[in-house]
């Protein structure tokens, strides 16, 4: 039986809002059983608790932001990812800005303090969402987001620029958890933009803590880092890690396949949002007793087994 997980220990970053720029702090604390993930703006009083779900996403704009009221937690996917990735149920996040630290643009920092904080195993059963029917949904610029039915996780996304100067940017990653792991793929590929792009967004004062050491940077279809790209296809693959953050919305692990064509955060919350308006769609498992179904989510749950 696989069982909710939680942090062995506290353990705390700093780093620098995307957007604001400004330094912002964050706290990793352990929970309960059946808490699932919490943020807590810690800078407010009194403070302002928002649970990582679905009904509490507000703009998505760039990137997925938690709200409650007024109250705004911004850019909370790459850590929510990395929550996934490693099969995180039960944590409460403290945080002392409106928005995520950005680190290094990838999920990869925030693995790397969930392990330093320990894994610690509970004693409940995991649950999972199991997909049984198709759901989708399109959006008026050609983008469609959907889930069906899989034995096991698969994300598929397919990043399509139709400009002349981006297309040869473009394309197609298939990611089977069955076959391989979060660690091994997904986690160390970086958010990106173009630098026509960041201009405008700076004039606006947004971006303003962005750089070449949180984003891969492209101008005319060339990757200006100096160190050029991790892999061939991460710009998609950041994508798929966005997705699998936006996905965790949902509260637990998926069972089944996600395809996202020219899609981005406002699709996937759409979608999620359908979903759970479609209760015939889906159904909350538990890992209780034999089913051999876990076996195939087992590498997204436990990447260090792959």
């Given at each position: ?50 649970k990582a ?10 990137a ?5 009221g ?7 996917e ?5 929550f ?17 630290p950005?680190?290094?643009g ?11 904080a320990?894994i ?12 049984k ?13 959907k889930?069906?039915?899989?034995d096991g996780?698969?994300v ?16 197609t990653t298939?990611?089977?958890?069955n ?6 793929e997904?986690?160390?590929s ?7 792009d960041?201009e405008a ?9 962005a ?8 101008k005319d279809?060339e ?16 994508k ?15 069972i ?14 759409l ?19 034999d ?16």
């Open positions: 039986m696989l069982v909710q997980r939680t942090l062995t220990n506290p353990i705390k970053a700093t780093g620098i809002g995307v957007h604001s720029g400004r330094k912002i702090t964050i706290n990793l604390l352990p929970a309960k059983e059946d808490q699932g993930i919490i943020f807590k703006r810690v800078d407010l009083k009194p403070h302002v608790e928002i779900v679905v009904e509490n996403v507000g703009p998505t704009t760039l997925t932001t938690l709200k409650s007024d109250i705004e937690i911004a850019t909370v790459h850590l929510m990812s990395a996934a990735g490693l099969g995180i149920d039960n944590v409460t996040v403290e945080i002392n800005d409106k928005e995520v950005i680190m290094d990838s999920a990869s920092p925030f693995v790397f303090l969930i392990q330093s320990g610690k195993e509970q004693t409940k059963p995991k649950k999972f969402i199991k997909i029917k198709e759901v989708s949904i399109f959006t008026d610029n050609g983008a469609y987001a889930l069906s039915p899989y996780f698969k598929t996304h397919s990043l399509v620029y139709d400009d002349e100067v981006r297309k040869g940017l473009s394309r298939t990611i089977d958890f076959s391989t792991t979060y660690l091994k997904i986690s160390r970086r958010t990106y933009g173009f630098m026509e960041l967004a700076k004039k606006n004062s947004l971006s303003l803590g750089s070449q050491k949180n984003a891969i940077a492209i279809n990757i200006l880092n100096e160190d050029g790209l991790r892999s061939k296809d991460e710009l998609v693959k950041h798929i890690l966005d997705v699998i953050g936006d996905l965790y919305l949902l509260q637990h692990n998926l089944g396949e996600f395809e996202g064509y020219k899609s981005g955060h406002t699709q996937n919350n979608l999620l949002r359908k979903l759970i308006e479609v209760p015939e769609s889906w159904e909350l498992i538990s890992s209780e007793g089913n051999p179904i876990i076996d195939y989510i087992e590498p997204i749950i436990d990447p260090s087994l792959g």
